[in-house]
């Protein structure tokens, strides 16, 4: 069953004089992203999934964005051009 929702959490420290990204999730998106990046060291595991870890990241995998956020009108063009670019391709077109 692992955690339950309201207890699943990623936690990121960072560590400025080794410049490294100390990380702990029960989240099991982050979880699986992780395995992906990173070396994990299994904290907990439960029919043999891992459902809490531990891993370093280094400074560069980590990064920090201002949140996108659409008007109604660049929504619709943005679905526009991908509409075209999807059309496009299943002609042959380019």
Known sequence: MGYSREEQETTLVF???TGQWMVYSTVPKHI???AKLTELFIVESEDD???A???VLSEKQVSMKKERVMTDEQRAK???RLSKL???VK???N
Do not use: H
């Open 15 to 17: 560590d400025n004089i």
């Open 86 to 88: 999807r059309n496009s």
């Open 53 to 55: 870890v531990k891993g």
């Open 49 to 51: 999934r891992p459902i």
């Open 91 to 93: 002609t042959g077109e």
């Open 78 to 80: 943005a679905a526009e």
């Open 32 to 34: 699986r992203k992780l």
